[in-house]
């Protein structure tokens, strides 16, 4: 039986896989879902870092796990396999990256993380929830996978996303393109066919991982809610020969 550590979103929780969790092989696959920093349970655990973050992770579970994360999570899920590849028995990463290579570009989406956080931290859940809601990226979630987004974001302390957006944010993350071919973990990276610049990242992710593939799932950015069963069909997967 296989391990799965199950990463979340930001903005969300470990609810977040509560659909996924529903359809796996509970014969095949032990589920174990963690909260990062600044989410959830996890609200107050800080500093909202990747360090941290990675340390949740490897002591949700003992021995090998399968590493599944979605977006942030997908982040946090690849720096714990760096961290301790002993432990990565394989990965799957859902709309996600291995970080923004161009100093330049990485310093400005830090700059734009610490602007939204000054935001956030003066919102009420429900302000944060439909400001989070209106980014283009989730333009075309059905109405189905907002309410579940929201409902989530409306559980979440406004201050304590402000401080995981500061330190898990896309331009805290340490870029780990040139690292992806010292792992000989299976690498699954998963993206909505609505979502063209996930699953263009996905494809490169897939071809610079020494034994990468990439699926195609139907919906937008929020695969874990728009298509859970693409995200078991990842983890199926995962001894099949890489595509």
């Known amino acids: 039986m296989r391990t799965v550590v199950f990463l979340h979103g930001f903005g969300s929780s470990a609810r977040s896989w509560d659909a996924v969790i529903s359809h796996l092989d509970a014969s095949r696959y032990r589920s174990v879902t963690v909260d990062l920093p600044g ?3 996890s609200a107050d655990v800080m500093p909202a870092s990747y360090a941290r973050a990675v340390d949740l992770t490897l002591a949700a579970a003992p021995g090998p796990l399968v590493l599944c994360g979605y977006s942030m999570g997908a982040r946090v899920a690849l720096a714990a396999a760096l961290a301790d590849p002993a432990r ?4 799957v990463l859902v709309s996600g990256h291995a970080g923004i290579e161009d100093p330049a ?5 830090r700059a ?3 602007e939204l956080a ?5 919102m009420t859940p429900g302000e944060l929830a439909d400001a989070w809601n209106a980014q283009p990226l989730f333009a075309s979630d059905p109405p189905a996978v907002l309410a ?3 409902e989530d974001l409306l559980r979440q302390r406004p201050r ?3 401080a995981a957006l500061r330190g898990l944010g896309p331009g805290a993350f340490e870029p780990a393109w040139a690292q992806l071919g010292t792992l000989a973990a299976p690498l699954v990276a998963v993206a909505g066919e609505r979502d063209e610049r996930y699953r263009d990242l996905a494809l490169r992710l897939a071809r610079t991982a020494p034994s990468g593939s990439a699926l195609t799932a139907p919906g937008g950015h929020r695969v874990p809610l728009e298509s859970p069963r693409a995200v078991v069909a990842a983890l199926d997967g995962l001894d099949a020969e890489p595509r």
């Open 88 to 91: 990565a028995d394989a990965l």
């Open 160 to 162: 304590s996303l402000a």
């Open 39 to 41: 989410h959830g349970t």
């Open 105 to 109: 570009e990485r310093a400005a989406r």
């Open 148 to 150: 579940a987004a929201r």
């Open 118 to 122: 000054g935001r956030l931290e003066g």
């Open 112 to 114: 734009s993380d610490e």
